[in-house]
């Protein structure tokens, strides 16, 4: 039996290949967030709070171009609506976690944590809920931080 923090290890050692990706499209997102003015702590801050590539870049858009709030919101949803069919395939996986621990993955969740994390559980069904949740955040959080410092 390998220790816990071994699927934590394992969650970020397949995240690293995908990295390269990330950072520079997080450097566009800082760059498009430059050139609306946004400042430093506001660009950063919507990697933070929004953390979702192409809605950032469209939301950085229409903000600059004084676009009603709701067409912004509105924008942000239809790109992401993704998400919701992604959380409802990894739903079964994380049944048996807290509510709060199920905010904090959906938080986290890419493109990239959620084609590791279904491939993953998919191959083995051995695998334990606890197990699943540190492979996952493993590699979600590892992206999560270098979008935010890409930015």
């Keep these: 039996m390998k220790p ?11 995240m690293l290949p995908l990295l390269p990706g990330a950072v520079p499209f997080g450097m566009i997102a800082g760059a498009v967030a430059a050139e609306a003015k946004f400042g430093a702590a506001a660009g950063i801050g919507q990697s933070i709070v929004i953390y979702a590539g192409a809605a950032q870049l469209a939301s950085t858009q229409l903000i600059a171009d004084a676009a009603p709030a709701l067409i912004v919101v509105l924008t942000g949803l239809i790109i992401n609506l993704r998400f ?16 709060a621990k199920r ?7 890419t493109d ?5 994390g279904i ?3 998919s191959r083995d069904n051995a695998m334990s809920t606890a197990a699943k949740f540190r492979f ?3 590699g979600a959080i590892l992206m999560w931080a270098v979008w935010i410092a890409a930015t």
């Excluded at 816990?4 to 397949?14: F, K, L, N, Q, S």
């Excluded at 919701?84 to 509510?99: K, N, Q």
């Design 84 to 99: 919701a069919m992604y959380s409802a395939s990894l739903a079964p996986h994380f049944a048996e976690v807290s509510s």
């Design 119 to 121: 491939t993953r559980f």
């Design 103 to 109: 905010s904090l993955l959906a938080y986290v969740m």
């Design 112 to 116: 990239q944590s959620y084609a590791l």
């Design 136 to 138: 996952y955040i493993g």
């Design 4 to 14: 816990a923090t071994g699927d934590y290890v394992e969650g970020i050692r397949v």
